[in-house]
């Protein structure tokens, strides 16, 4: 089970920025995957996880609206698209997986299965 994320960068307030997390060794039906961020010197912090056995996607209040979830079947990869990038969201974003029957969670140790996580620092 691996998985790759990528599509950070160096962008400016107000932009938006997608980035993506590739699977490889699983399918993604069968795992539910968590987006994930830690800033300089704070702790990882769960934001968006989608269930796919259960048919859920779910995303922390407070980034509701700006965050969207989505996937491609084919590329057996899922996408976090950020709109209205601000600097409290430079971060390293990380992508996690947890086997799909147990659904969602919002802590870090849950998961057994880390991309290297993409560096996303907003500027001006």
């Known amino acids: 089970v691996q998985l790759q994320a990528s599509g950070g960068g160096l962008v400016q307030p107000g932009d938006s920025l997608r980035l993506s997390c590739t699977a490889s060794?699983?399918?993604?039906?069968?795992?539910?995957i968590g987006w994930f961020r830690q800033a300089p010197g704070k702790e990882r912090e769960g934001f968006s996880c989608?269930?796919?056995?259960?048919?859920?996607?779910y995303y922390v209040d407070s980034l509701k609206g700006r965050f969207t979830f989505s996937r491609d079947n084919a590329k057996n990869t899922v996408y976090l698209q950020i709109n209205s990038l601000q600097p409290e969201d430079t971060a390293v974003y990380y992508c996690?997986?947890?086997?799909?029957?147990?659904?969602?969670?919002?802590?870090?140790?849950?998961?057994?299965?880390w991309g290297q996580g993409t560096q996303v620092t907003v500027s001006s």
């Open positions: 996690a997986a947890r086997e799909g029957r147990y659904g969602c969670r919002a802590s870090p140790s849950e998961y057994p299965y």
């Open positions: 060794g699983f399918t993604l039906d069968d795992y539910a």
């Open positions: 989608r269930a796919e056995r259960q048919g859920r996607i």
